[in-house]
Structure formats: structure tokens, C-alpha cells
């Protein structure tokens, strides 16, 4: 008989972390943004917490691509891309496996408290979230998109959290507009790709629809970053031009190379996209250096 502890080992290492999805982590950077616009990144203990809560964020963010994966088997072998990207579609990692590693990812997270439950409340709706949303809220058309944009917020909210720093209203708007832009997109993508086929929910949505959805998020984050900036520090105005450029470059990315549907794809293989965002990082913390 095989234990519960000889399953995880009997599939290969590779193939568990490609079933938590590594490169998304990406994503996760977000819990970082009160450290520099809080002006804390100079402090060894701020640094600390927010390293560690972005650490956490990546557990629970895998606990839920898990989640995901394992409701969405049959589905993702039909998908043409998913079927051999995700692992258990692929059956290279067994769903026992997966709930296996599911249950030692959770452990981590209920760990987590004993560090700082405040930062962990945030976590922990963003994984009850993510759950609302692979068993129901995928398939509700708007709430849908509005729910992966959500799990952004709730990923500043944690980092300010984290290093004891009121969470600001600016940030949190224009956070959730960028979020619908990129969610909006990559519902588009899917409808240009796959059409209906890959989610229930896209027979409700038009690329026109989500066209709009797109362009009135993007002006929306723009304008509140721009409010966002001026009223924290005006130096930091010289960023602006940074985001409108990304904005622009990656809609022409969406246009011309059918790019999109994985932000974290295209920051990390599209070379303006990767320059600009560093010049970003590196023009916000010299703004608001002490």
C-alpha cells in the first residue's frame, strides 16, 4: 500500500512546481507597494514583514491555483494550451498529489498567524475568495472579472498590513482599475483564442464588450494614479509617463501580437515592457527617497 507521504515524492519535483505556478508569484509584488510608497524600505524590520507577507501571498496563491486545477481537470484537457501546461490535465501530477501538497500549503498559512494576523486576514479572503470563485463566481459574468481584481487589492491591503501603514484609498482604486484592465483583456484574449469553449462565462461577454471594459479601467488607472501621485508627492509625477507608456505598449502588445491573456508572460518576455517597469520601480524610490 502506498502512504499519503510516498505520493508527493513519487511524482517529480518539476512538475509540483509547475503546479503551483512559480512564475505568476509576479503578481505578488503588489504586497511590496506600501513598503516604497510608505517610505519604509529603508527600515530592516519593514523590509522583513513585507518580504514575508509577499512569501505567504505566494502560498496562498498556489493553494488556490491548486484549487482551480483540480476543479477544472476535464475542462483544461480541452483547452488547446492549458492541456499540456497544466499538470494535472496533463496527468503528470495525480490529483492525490495535489490535494497532498494543497493540505502542506495550508499548514503554512495557518502558521502565518502566529506571525501577524493582521496581515494574515487579508490572506486568508483572498483564499476564501479564490475558493467563492473556482466553484461559482467564474461563471457570474462582471463579478467574475471583478473578483480576479479584487485578489489585487487584497494584496496592497496585506502589505500595508504587514508593516503597520494605513492602507490608502488612492492606492486602492487606482490598484483595482489596473486590475480590471488586465482582467478585462484577458478575457478577450480567451474569446479571441478559444472562444467559448475554455469558460462557460465568456458566452456572455463580446470582444467589443470587453474592449470598453478595458479602456474605461485603463483611463480609470490612470487618472487615479495621477491623483494618487500628485497628492503623495509631486516628484513622484515624473512616473506618470512611465505608466501611460506601459499602458500603450501593452495594448499594442494585445493588438499586434496577440499577447495578454498572461501579464506575467508579457512583462517577463517583452524587454520594453521589463525596462519600463524597472524604471518605474527605480523612479519611485528615488522620489521618495529621505
Known amino acids: ?14 512538475e509540483l512546481l509547475r503546479l503551483v505556478r512559480p512564475r505568476q508569484w509576479i503578481k505578488n ?23 514575508l507577507a509577499f512569501a505567504l501571498f505566494c502560498v496562498a496563491s498556489s493553494a488556490s491555483y491548486i484549487v482551480n486545477d483540480l476543479r477544472d481537470i476535464e475542462r483544461d484537457r ?31 498559512l495557518m502558521a502565518g498567524w502566529l506571525w501577524s494576523p493582521a496581515a494574515m486576514l487579508p490572506i486568508c479572503g483572498y483564499v476564501l475568495l479564490n475558493l467563492a470563485y473556482s466553484y461559482w463566481l467564474k461563471e ?17 491591503y ?30 478577450r484574449q480567451e474569446l479571441g483564442s478559444t472562444g467559448t469553449a475554455s469558460r462557460e462565462v465568456l458566452q456572455n461577454y463580446s470582444v ?39 499602458l500603450y505598449r501593452y495594448w499594442y502588445l494585445v493588438e499586434a501580437r496577440d499577447g495578454g491573456e498572461s501579464p506575467t508572460d508579457v512583462i517577463l518576455t517583452d524587454w520594453p515592457m521589463g525596462i519600463v517597469v524597472l524604471l518605474w520601480i527605480g523612479a519611485c524610490v528615488a522620489a521618495l527617497w529621505p
Open 140 to 156: 457570474q459574468p462582471v463579478v467574475d472579472i471583478f473578483t480576479v481584481a479584487s485578489g489585487f487589492v487584497l494584496r496592497v
Open 29 to 51: 509584488t503588489f504586497v511590496l507597494a506600501p513598503l516604497v510608497f510608505a517610505r519604509a524600505y529603508l527600515d530592516a524590520g519593514s523590509i522583513k514583514n513585507a518580504l
Open 208 to 246: 467589443a464588450l470587453v474592449d470598453r471594459y478595458a479602456e474605461m479601467s485603463a483611463t480609470g488607472a490612470l487618472v487615479f494614479y495621477s491623483l494618487f501621485v500628485i497628492s503623495t508627492n509631486a516628484k513622484l509625477s515624473i512616473t506618470i509617463p512611465l505608466v501611460l507608456f506601459g
Open 1 to 14: 500500500m502506498v502512504t499519503g507521504a510516498e505520493s508527493i515524492p513519487s511524482t517529480s519535483a518539476y
Open 158 to 187: 496585506t502589505g500595508a498590513e504587514a508593516i503597520g501603514v494605513p492602507l490608502s484609498m488612492w492606492m486602492a482604486i487606482t490598484t483595482l482599475c489596473l486590475a480590471l484592465y488586465l482582467a478585462a483583456i484577458k478575457r
Open 78 to 108: 480541452r483547452h488547446p494550451v492549458k492541456k499540456s501546461r497544466r499538470p494535472l490535465a496533463a496527468g503528470t501530477v495525480t490529483p492525490r498529489a495535489a490535494l497532498i501538497l494543497l493540505a502542506i500549503l495550508y499548514c503554512v
